[in-house]
């Protein structure tokens, strides 16, 4: 069975300050997906980013980024230069390559002025 | 265009009453999901189906019954509602599992109220 761990129920971050959010995951696969979602007062979830396990690589996008530690099983998202636009609930999520997306319980990040 | 799209959005009914949440997603996926998302947030999966065959399902009350008429859409029904069912349902999709394209895409979610 996989299990998603985040640690931190809410982090609080000034605007263009810059904040890590921490994620582990447990399991026996090989290859497998790591996600972060985000999901805004609108409800909409929405990808931040995306990981797959065999790419030593982390993956950027633009102001996120992801350090992915595959020994450790450890999956953190920093989030650089933070906006308003960032307060939302943060999930990690893990997929093996053939079973079920699973999240992680989130972090609420709050980004004040 | 809305790529995954759920019906109603929100859904307030009386215990023991039957309901149905429609989803349809445009994205020529083979794989759909339904998720619910209690008080506190977290999200857990019920349901998956791939080319309209279930193939996930968790530990989920037989009043809840997943239908695939074809594998853009996926509605769930309810019977017997309880106070305990009030969520947010949240219907996504995906491509074929193995696919090495794995992103899953939600729709918008249904906030289901049991009073």
């Known amino acids: 069975a996989q299990t998603v761990t985040q640690s931190q129920p809410e982090m609080s971050v000034q605007e263009a300050e810059t904040v890590t959010l921490s994620c582990t995951y447990d399991t026996s696969e090989s290859n497998y997906y790591l996600f972060w979602y985000k999901q805004p007062p609108s409800r909409q979830m929405i990808l931040v980013i995306r990981?797959?396990?065999?790419?030593?690589q982390n993956a950027t996008e633009n102001r996120f980024s992801v350090n992915f530690q595959k020994a450790a099983k450890s999956f953190s998202l920093k989030i650089s230069d933070s906006q308003l636009g960032d307060t939302a609930m943060y999930f990690c999520a893990f997929r093996p390559s053939w079973g079920k997306l699973q999240f992680g319980a989130g972090t609420q990040v709050v980004v004040t002025p | 265009d809305t790529a995954v799209s759920q019906t109603p959005k929100y859904l307030v009914t009386q215990m023991g009453n039957d309901k149905s949440i429609k989803c349809e997603q445009n994205?020529?996926?083979?794989?759909m999901y339904w998720y619910k998302q209690d008080s506190k947030k977290f999200l857990k999966i019920m349901f998956s189906?791939?080319?309209?065959?279930?193939?996930i399902n968790e530990t989920v009350p037989n009043r809840f019954s997943p239908k695939s008429p074809d594998k853009a859409h996926l509605n769930l029904h309810i019977n017997s509602l309880e106070l305990g069912d009030s969520a947010v349902y949240f219907c996504a999709s995906s491509p074929s599992l193995g696919s090495s394209n794995t992103e899953a895409f939600f729709g918008q979610g249904t906030r289901l109220t049991v009073v």
């Open positions: 189906y791939n080319n309209k065959e279930l193939i």
């Open positions: 990981q797959e396990a065999y790419k030593q």
């Open positions: 994205l020529g996926h083979d794989t």
